[in-house]
């Protein structure tokens, strides 16, 4: 497995100069994009700046591995879902014009109980939308990616309804390591073999958490043949190079290499 880095929230405020300098300084394999980040990398780019962000990774020996969107589909609103939908096929196109293999999504919880939507009509209308955007993205070259994010909607066995429903060749999971991983007993096993044969990406927390179990978790993902990024989401720092190279010794040291 290789180790990388999301933006958010320690790279922030970095230029992709600056991200790929310190990812190469301290091990670090890839990176993915956050949107709304210092490095600009937007759908508002052009042509020219879309094809220069793509050959300053190219040639550097950091990967970019995928973008990060906050694009979601679980309100009630139906034009509101549809503009998430189309805001995620512009960004599918900056994707593939930038290079980056993949598209991270997100359901972001449930409707309120007032607006009297049942969650399976919800699950239906995310995994749906996940279709739609897949088959799209198909075209490009690109992955989406769902990450497991959101109040309730982080919880496995939604993810793996959610992903039933979807039911396509180019939608897939991006794993979380959320604390609702964990099962009563400090295990995540159950809820990571709903999902292990579509996880396409891994972010990574706080490795000193000793309530969630690393070790398993990287011993799960080697078992169940992932060869991609664990990507670490972790708080921005004085002593970025410092954190990083302690960060991927830990890893390491938990058997994430």
């Not at 970019?64 to 998430?84: A, C, D």
């Not at 991270?104 to 749906?128: C, D, H, S, W, Y």
């Not at 992955?143 to 994010?149: A, D, K, S, T």
């Not at 999971?173 to 295990?187: K, L």
Request: proline content about 6%; overall charge negative; aromatic content about 10%.
């Amino acid at each position: 497995m290789h180790l990388g880095l999301v933006t958010y929230n320690l790279a922030k405020d970095w230029d992709i100069p600056t991200i790929i300098e310190k990812c190469t300084a301290t091990g670090f394999e890839g990176v993915e994009l956050r949107t709304t980040h210092a490095h600009g990398v937007e759908v508002s780019l052009g042509p020219e700046e879309r094809h220069r962000v793509k050959l300053q990774f190219e040639n550097s020996p950091i990967q970019l591995v995928g973008l990060g969107s906050i694009f979601e589909y679980h309100s009630p609103e139906p034009e509101t879902v549809r503009r998430n939908i189309e805001g995620t096929k512009e960004y599918v196109k900056l994707a593939h014009d930038v290079g980056a293999p993949g598209v991270k999504v997100r359901p972001n919880g449930f409707p309120p109980p007032e607006a009297g939507v049942p969650r399976e009509k919800t699950l239906e209308q995310i995994g749906l939308a996940l279709r739609e955007c897949g088959e799209f993205a198909k075209d490009y070259g690109v992955e989406i990616r769902l990450e497991v994010h959101g109040p309730e909607t982080c919880k496995l066995p939604y993810i793996h309804q959610i992903m039933e429903i979807a039911d396509h060749d180019n939608v897939f999971v991006c794993w979380n390591s959320n604390q609702t991983d964990v099962d009563e007993n400090g295990s995540v096993e159950r809820n990571f073999n709903l999902v292990k044969d579509k996880i396409r990406l891994v972010h990574i927390t706080e490795l000193y958490r000793e309530e969630y179990p690393w070790r398993e978790l990287f011993g799960l993902l080697k078992a169940s043949g992932y060869q991609g990024f664990c990507l670490a989401e972790i708080p921005e720092s004085s002593e970025p190079e410092r954190l990083m190279r302690y960060y991927r010794a830990l890893f390491k040291a938990y058997g994430g290499d």
